[in-house]
C-alpha cells in the first residue's frame, strides 16, 4: 500500500493508499485560503490519514464564510504549517499534496476539474481532464468513521 507523507518538522502527516477523490479546485473557498488560482485537492477515507502528534494540531474554519460547515483547516501550533483538512462528519480527511508538505511530484495527478463556473472570468481547462460544475457526478460521500 503507498503511503504519501506530508506535514511539517513537528507534525507528520501519513495518507494510506490512493484518494477517493482527487480533482483540481476551482471553488472560491480553496482560492482563498491557499491564494492559488487552481489547488490539487485529494480526498481519503477519514481513518486512512493520521497525524503523529494530534496535540500539536490547531483548528479552524476552513470556509470563513460558513464556519459551522464540517470542514476544519488543520495547522501546526509550533509553526503555523498548514496540515490537512479534517471533516467533523468523520467522512474523509483531505490532502493539498502542494501545500501540506507532501512531495507533490510523487502525489497521482488529479482525475478531474472540479467547481469550475463559467462566471469566474477565465477559460475552461482544456487539459482533456473532465470539467464539472461541482465533485465528479459518481463520487459518493463515505459513511462516518
Same mark, same amino acid.
Given at each position: 500500500?503507498? +503511503? ?7 507534525? #507528520? ?5 490512493? /484518494? ?5 479546485? #476551482? $471553488? ?5 485560503? +491557499? ?5 490539487? %485537492? ?6 486512512? %490519514?493520521?497525524? &503523529? ?16 460547515? /464540517?470542514?476544519?483547516? $488543520?495547522?501546526?501550533?509550533? $509553526? ?5 483538512? &479534517? =471533516? ?14 507532501? =512531495? ?12 469550475? &463556473? ?19 457526478? =459518481? ?7
Amino acid at each position: 500500500m503507498t +503511503t504519501y507523507k506530508g506535514g511539517c518538522d513537528h507534525v #507528520h502527516v501519513h495518507a494510506e493508499g490512493e /484518494p477517493i477523490d482527487n480533482h483540481e479546485c #476551482h $471553488c472560491n473557498v480553496c482560492k482563498n485560503v +491557499t491564494g492559488q488560482h487552481t489547488t490539487h %485537492v485529494a480526498f481519503y477515507k477519514y481513518g486512512d %490519514v493520521t497525524v &503523529d502528534h494530534p496535540e500539536l494540531v490547531a483548528r479552524q474554519p476552513f470556509n470563513a464564510d460558513n464556519p459551522g460547515g /464540517p470542514l476544519e483547516l $488543520c495547522t501546526c501550533t509550533e $509553526c503555523g504549517s498548514p496540515l490537512m483538512l &479534517d =471533516d467533523k462528519e468523520k467522512r474523509i480527511r483531505v490532502a493539498v499534496p502542494n501545500v501540506m508538505g507532501y =512531495d507533490d511530484a510523487a502525489f497521482p495527478n488529479a482525475d478531474y476539474h472540479a467547481f469550475y &463556473d463559467d462566471s469566474k472570468g477565465y477559460e475552461k481547462p482544456s487539459d482533456g481532464r473532465p470539467v464539472y460544475e461541482g465533485l465528479r457526478p =459518481d463520487f459518493t460521500w463515505p459513511a462516518p468513521a
